[in-house]
């Protein structure tokens, strides 16, 4: 089970982190990624982490703005948001997949989304 959070409104340029909270004893062993969905579009991948948290991967959108990290022994994983801009503005989304890849389908468990609004 996934439990996003930290969602918020912010303004543009600001920064804001959501979290991601799992349950279970394996979480180290799964890949997570951080997707959104805006009003009227289609889920995107925003940024992956390898079970390790030694290998990352960005959307073009996000890179260098955006931070995932990951806590295994917190059984956390952490977006990082800065220099946010108004069209980062979704539902934030993360889940666990043992794949490594930026495709949602691939991906095994999903939390419930967490809403991030970035105004202009």
């Known amino acids: 089970q996934l439990q996003a959070s930290g969602g918020g409104l912010v303004q543009a340029g600001g920064s804001l982190s959501v979290s991601c909270a799992a349950s279970?004893?394996?979480?180290?062993?799964?890949?997570m990624g951080w997707f959104r969905q805006a009003l009227g579009k289609e889920r995107e991948f925003v940024a992956a982490?390898?079970?390790?948290?030694?290998?990352?991967l960005y959307a073009e959108s996000v890179k260098g703005r955006f931070t995932i990290s990951r806590d295994n022994a917190k059984n956390t994983v952490w977006l990082q948001m800065n220099s946010m801009k108004p069209e980062d503005t979704a539902l934030y989304y993360c889940?666990?997949?043992?794949?490594?890849?930026?495709?949602?389908?691939?991906?095994?468990?999903w939390g419930q989304g967490t809403l991030v609004t970035v105004s202009s």
């Open positions: 889940a666990a997949g043992k794949f490594w890849t930026r495709w949602s389908s691939e991906y095994d468990y």
């Open positions: 982490i390898s079970g390790s948290g030694g290998s990352t």
């Open positions: 279970g004893r394996t979480f180290s062993s799964y890949h």
